[in-house]
């Protein structure tokens, strides 16, 4: 049988280590990386790993699209889709800094723990996401919005970028993303009295919510941090923690090893997926978003 070969590609210096881990032992037989790859060369790569293959054995040669920029890997996704040719398709896997699988894994954790303790799904949610226009944040807030939730893109330095994102989002994915300002303490501790659940996507290291703001937010139920660098994203809410008290008024904590262990699970579980499946697969948030549904 032939080999199962990856090709991972990335518009950075440097392919994710952590990405080229998790293919390996995700049973790839063979891991080629790219670097410093641009949109116009996605498509050549793309049909050189397709056509060195005989029809029969395409299904077991894939792309994944790394780097740390959303919108250019769902861009480099699509050129990647455009250009296979039946019989010889192979499947695709875009996953930039993570985030994808880290976005889809927070959001599948939040909703199970808001359906148990809460008796709510998404639908009808109000959620505000804070470092929205990270990778994270983004896949994060259009998982939300496509399962019905009110999401709230809070911008760390006025309104301007996140307000520029929300139209990205609308028209790439037909969602409505209503922005804040959360350039001060009274904006954000504003804004967070106002949602359900708080999603903090924020850099490495910063600290998002203190522990005063969740007290002055008696409506919040959840709130969910996938930062794992001190100072968290979330005073009180600690890496492990999984539905864990946080604040005066019932709300709950989620760290970020507790979204980390199905985020893990999530993309292994995607490369698992393009080794065995039987059809061609294109994989992004959604897809992710559906399997880590079925792991939190």
Same mark, same amino acid.
């Given at each position: 049988?032939?080999?199962?070969?990856?090709?991972?590609?990335? /518009?950075?210096?440097?392919?994710? /280590?952590?990405?080229?881990?998790?293919?390996?032992?995700?049973?790839?037989?063979?891991?080629?990386?790219?670097?410093?790859?641009?949109?116009?060369?996605?498509?050549?790569?793309?049909?050189?790993?397709?056509?060195?293959?005989?029809?029969?054995?395409?299904?077991?040669?894939?792309?994944?699209?790394?780097?740390?920029?959303?919108?250019?890997?769902?861009?480099?996704?699509?050129?990647?889709?455009?250009?296979?040719?039946?019989?010889?398709?192979?499947?695709?896997?875009?996953?930039?800094?993570?985030?994808?699988?880290?976005?889809?894994?927070?959001?599948?954790?939040?909703?199970?723990?808001?359906?148990?303790?809460?008796?709510?799904?998404?639908?009808?949610?109000?959620?505000?996401?804070?470092?929205?226009?990270?990778?994270?944040?983004?896949?994060?807030?259009?998982?939300?919005?496509?399962?019905?939730?009110?999401?709230?893109?809070?911008?760390?330095?006025?309104?301007?970028?996140?307000?520029?994102?929300?139209?990205?989002?609308?028209?790439?994915? $037909?969602?409505?993303?209503?922005?804040?300002?959360?350039?001060?303490?009274?904006?954000?501790?504003?804004?967070?009295?106002?949602?359900?659940?708080?999603?903090?996507?924020?850099?490495? $290291?910063?600290?998002?919510?203190?522990?005063?703001?969740?007290?002055?937010?008696?409506?919040?139920?959840?709130?969910?941090?996938?930062?794992?660098?001190? /100072?968290?994203?979330?005073?009180?809410?600690?890496?492990?923690?999984?539905?864990? /008290?946080?604040?005066?008024?019932?709300?709950?904590?989620?760290?970020?090893?507790?979204?980390?262990?199905?985020?893990?699970?999530?993309?292994?579980?995607?490369?698992?997926?393009?080794?065995?499946?039987?059809?061609?697969?294109?994989?992004?948030?959604?897809?992710?978003?559906?399997?880590?549904?079925?792991?939190?």
């Amino acid at each position: 049988m032939a080999k199962t070969i990856l090709h991972m590609l990335t /518009p950075l210096a440097h392919m994710s /280590p952590f990405d080229v881990n998790m293919a390996a032992d995700a049973g790839f037989d063979v891991v080629a990386t790219y670097t410093n790859v641009t949109l116009a060369e996605v498509s050549p790569l793309t049909q050189d790993a397709m056509f060195s293959r005989s029809p029969r054995d395409a299904l077991r040669t894939g792309i994944f699209i790394a780097g740390k920029d959303a919108f250019l890997a769902l861009d480099m996704l699509d050129a990647a889709a455009k250009s296979l040719l039946k019989p010889f398709e192979i499947s695709l896997f875009a996953d930039p800094a993570g985030s994808f699988t880290t976005a889809a894994a927070m959001l599948a954790v939040v909703e199970k723990t808001f359906r148990e303790k809460f008796g709510r799904g998404l639908a009808g949610a109000e959620i505000a996401i804070y470092g929205a226009t990270g990778v994270v944040g983004t896949a994060a807030g259009v998982i939300g919005a496509l399962e019905g939730a009110k999401v709230v893109f809070v911008g760390h330095d006025g309104t301007a970028r996140v307000t520029h994102h929300a139209a990205e989002l609308k028209r790439r994915f $037909g969602v409505d993303v209503e922005v804040a300002d959360g350039s001060t303490a009274q904006g954000r501790r504003a804004i967070l009295g106002g949602v359900e659940i708080a999603l903090c996507a924020a850099k490495a $290291g910063v600290r998002v919510l203190e522990a005063a703001d969740v007290a002055a937010a008696p409506k919040l139920r959840i709130a969910a941090d996938v930062n794992a660098v001190p /100072p968290l994203g979330v005073e009180g809410v600690e890496l492990f923690a999984n539905g864990a /008290p946080l604040g005066p008024h019932g709300a709950l904590g989620i760290g970020a090893l507790a979204i980390g262990n199905v985020k893990y699970r999530t993309e292994s579980g995607l490369f698992k997926q393009m080794t065995d499946s039987a059809k061609p697969l294109k994989l992004d948030f959604r897809q992710a978003f559906a399997l880590a549904r079925t792991l939190a």
